[in-house]
């Protein structure tokens, strides 16, 4: 492989910091919002913010929703259109039930800027355990 090439691909495996400052908005049973400032140290190799951690986000707003109707969870899936780049700013995470069952319930969740501009739009499953 040529050396430029591998370099390319080494500077795919990156550091991403600052989910330990996300701000709890809004919470209630199948209801969360969160908010974040994008980290410089967060964007990926062409500037934007990375769409993992914008994953990450979502995933969380989704485990805090349901984590508020009492009951342990896991993620058991996750589906996310990412749809504008940001490389800066505040992002508003928005995570809301559309099915809650015995065993699952299932989020719609939504990322913008403070503009209303939709950054991502997601799904996630999350997997219910034992009452906390």
């Not at 209630?28 to 990926?44: E, F, R, T, Y």
């Not at 929703?65 to 490389?87: L, P, R």
């Amino acid at each position: 492989m040529r050396q430029e090439i591998l370099e390319g691909i080494r500077r795919h495996v990156q550091s991403l910091e600052g989910l330990e400052h996300v701000q709890i908005l809004e919470i209630a049973p199948g209801h969360a919002k969160i908010a974040w400032d994008v980290h410089p140290s967060a964007l990926n190799l062409y500037g934007n913010l990375h769409g993992g951690l914008i994953f990450a986000l979502c995933d969380m707003a989704a485990g805090m929703a349901t984590y508020a109707y009492e009951v342990s969870n896991v993620t058991q899936q996750g589906c996310i259109h990412f749809i504008k780049s940001v490389n800066s700013g505040k992002l508003y995470v928005q995570a809301d039930a559309v099915h809650k069952g015995s065993r699952t319930v299932i989020h719609h969740v939504g990322v913008t800027t403070p503009e209303g501009k939709v950054v991502a739009d997601a799904t996630f499953t999350m997997f219910l355990f034992d009452p906390v």
